[in-house]
């Protein structure tokens, strides 16, 4: 699976982008999938994920009420709909998928995800 994350920019405080993960090579509809960012010195850190079937969403605190995150399984996409930006919300978004039937949550740390997309890079000025 090949996962190709766009979508990033730069938008004032305030605005609003949509990031968009898509898969090719096989269908990820049976994979969960999650959204992390990584500020120039820091650590990549969790955003949302959805799961497969039920499509259970879970966010970090930070962006709950402002993000919000769905899938397409038709057409193999996955997207990050986030709004209100401020400007801690800047770095560089990654996009990856567990293998299929495999779970996500809160919890699941980068090192489980199996497969991940080149990253979007988002800033947002004040």
């Known amino acids: 699976v090949q996962l190709q994350a766009s979508g990033g920019g730069s938008v004032q405080a305030g605005g609003s982008l949509r990031l968009t993960c898509t898969a090719s090579?096989?269908?990820?509809?049976?994979?969960?999938v999650g959204w992390f960012r990584q500020a120039p010195g820091k650590v990549r850190e969790f955003v949302a994920a959805?799961?497969?079937?039920?499509?259970?969403?879970y966010y970090t605190d930070s962006v709950r009420g402002r993000f919000s995150i769905s899938r397409d399984n038709a057409k193999n996409t996955v997207y990050l709909q986030m709004n209100s930006l401020k400007p801690e919300d800047s770095g560089v978004y990654y996009c990856?998928?567990?293998?299929?039937?495999?779970?996500?949550?809160?919890?699941?740390?980068?090192?489980?995800?199996?497969?991940w997309g080149q990253g979007t890079l988002v800033t947002v000025s004040s």
């Open positions: 990856g998928a567990v293998t299929p039937f495999g779970t996500v949550t809160p919890t699941t740390g980068p090192d489980e995800y199996d497969y």
């Open positions: 090579g096989a269908p990820f509809s049976s994979s969960g």
């Open positions: 959805i799961t497969w079937g039920d499509e259970a969403t």
